[in-house]
T-cell receptor, first 115, second 113 residues
Framework: AQSVTQLGSHVSVSEGALVLLRCNYS??????LFWYVQYPNQGLQLLLK??????LVKGINGFEAEFKKSETSFHLTKPSAHMSDAAEYFC?????????????FGAGTQVVVTP | DTGVSQNPRHKITKRGQNVTFRCDPI?????LYWYRQTLGQGPEFLTY????????KSRLLSDRFSAERPKGSFSTLEIQRTEQGDSAMYLC???????????FGSGTRLTVV
């Protein structure tokens, strides 16, 4: 079984400041890990994914995340927040042994960007 | 390639009525998933198709729910005798496997009154 915990349901950051969204997972086998972003009344857009290659993963819109096996973490960062980053962010895990590749999502973190 | 298309975008129905949603995947995507997202929560897996075969169903998918993908292309999700607890966003995601980075549609928001 696997699960995802996102620390902080709401995060407020100033424009230009660092964005840090925390994600911890539990998994009985090596995981695949993902970050998705969701804008109001929209579906989810893939930001980046870890699939057992490089542990530092770069995604779209200037986001990146680092897989740390020892800490079972996959935190998402962006050096400088833009107003357009205001959205909800979801961390998700999939088991490498799951042939069907279904995703287990965290509860999400709502990001507010203030001028 | 116009992405994953879901229709309708919004559906308001009375309790007890049946509803059907449709998902049109990206043409070369053989994997298709349905997820349900309630307010303030992440999406929860409902069911998975590989081509036309339904290979997994979540325990969340009660007997009132049925999904089909008759020719391995579009898929439908039907809810019979809707209940207020069915109110949610229903999301479709498709992919080719391997990299496991699926493309989500914009979802169908169901409101049961």
């Amino acid at each position: 079984a696997q699960s995802v915990t996102q620390l902080g349901s709401h995060v407020s950051v100033s424009e230009g400041a660092l964005v840090l969204l925390r994600c911890n997972y539990s998994s009985s086998v090596p995981p695949y890990l993902f970050w998705y972003v969701q804008y109001p009344n929209q579906g989810l857009q893939l930001l980046l994914k870890y699939t057992s290659a490089a542990t530092l993963v770069k995604g779209i819109n200037g986001f990146e995340a680092e897989f740390k096996k020892s800490e079972t973490s996959f935190h998402l960062t962006k050096p400088s927040a833009h107003m357009s980053d205001a959205a909800e962010y979801f961390c998700a895990v999939s088991l490498t042994t799951d042939s069907w590749g279904k995703l287990q999502f965290g509860a999400g973190t709502q990001v507010v960007v203030t001028p | 390639d116009t992405g994953v298309s879901q229709n309708p975008r919004h559906k308001i129905t009375k309790r007890g009525q049946n509803v059907t949603f449709r998902c049109d995947p990206i043409s070369e995507h053989n994997r298709l998933y349905w997820y349900r997202q309630t307010l303030g929560q992440g999406p929860e897996f409902l069911t998975y198709f590989q081509n036309e075969a339904q290979l997994e169903k979540s325990r969340l998918l009660s007997d009132r729910f049925s999904a089909e993908r008759p020719k391995g292309s579009f898929s439908t999700l039907e809810i019979q005798r809707t209940e207020q607890g069915d109110s949610a966003m229903y999301l479709c995601a498709t992919g080719t496997g391997g990299d496991y980075g699926y493309t989500f549609g914009s979802g169908t928001r169901l409101t049961v009154v």
